[in-house]
């Protein structure tokens, strides 16, 4: 199993790019900016995207990625997510007022597109790979994903606050390898991060704390003004657990 890191910053600009993971070459976990940078024949095999939660820098290409290769593929695009996410999706965005609802084109019997619910703990199986959703507490209904090979186990946060929920899940994961996990700002903006349920360093850190097993950690979501602020304060603050930052381009293959 290899994932690749299409897009891991908390914004754009340059060469950043906002969340989105490529697992072998055909399943998204998040479908930011950075799915725009995959060539047409990449994107046409594309059949499943694993949603952590519905704001645009983790779904906006969902829209573009269907449009595009609709038309290329024979059956549709799969979108996984718990059921508040969906009807955020359904009403908000493929809605014919911001995007077209492609779950009825070309028609409702043979769509470009369709929604599969997912729900915490259960995992959904696509051939040997497993992907299980985790607790997650942000603004909007959130989860994070779990990815077994059944070697090893990867998980990503997706974007959260201080959740000791997630942590009693990740505490039981005997083959856990790689943790990926979100640290949106710096501790100069811990009361931002705080409203806007997200972490910085100094809580990071303390969530990091609740880790009992060992795993390579990884630091994503970093605000592109504060990307080095940003990380000195989490190796200053949470320096014991050797964490990196993650890039584009980063491959996992577990």
């Not at 989105?20 to 998204?28: A, N, T, Y």
């Not at 645009?56 to 969902?62: G, K, Q, S, T, Y």
């Not at 497993?130 to 994070?144: D, E, F, W, Y």
């Not at 994961?173 to 910085?200: P, Q, V, W």
């Amino acid at each position: 199993m290899k994932l690749r890191i299409l897009g891991c910053s908390g914004g754009i600009g340059g060469e950043l790019r906002t969340t989105s993971m490529l697992l072998d070459d055909d399943i998204l976990i998040d479908a930011g900016t950075g799915v725009g940078n995959l060539p047409l024949d990449a994107l046409a095999r594309i059949g499943h995207v694993f949603v952590t939660h519905s704001h645009l820098d983790h779904v906006a290409c969902i829209p573009f990625l269907v449009d595009t290769v609709g038309c290329m593929r024979n059956r549709p695009i799969t979108v996984h997510a718990i059921d508040p996410t969906l009807e955020i999706l359904r009403e908000h965005l493929f809605n014919w007022k911001l995007w077209p609802d492609f779950t009825r084109i070309p028609n409702p019997e043979n769509p470009f597109m369709r929604y599969s619910a997912v729900a915490l703990g259960q995992t959904v199986r696509l051939g040997k790979r497993k992907i299980t959703p985790l607790p997650a507490k942000h603004v909007v209904p959130a989860v994070g994903y779990r990815i077994d090979s059944g070697a090893a186990s990867l998980v990503f946060s997706g974007d959260t606050t201080t959740n000791d929920a997630l942590w009693d899940e990740v505490n039981r994961i005997d083959n856990l390898r790689y943790l990926i996990i979100e640290t949106a700002f710096c501790n100069r903006e811990k009361g931002l991060a705080i409203d806007s349920m997200h972490l910085c360093p100094s809580m990071l850190a303390e969530e990091l704390a609740k880790l009992r097993r060992p795993a390579e950690i990884y630091i994503t979501h970093l605000k592109p003004s504060e990307i080095e602020l940003t990380m000195s304060e989490v190796e200053r603050d949470a320096g014991a657990h050797h964490p990196r930052m993650l890039r584009n381009g980063d491959i996992f293959e577990f």
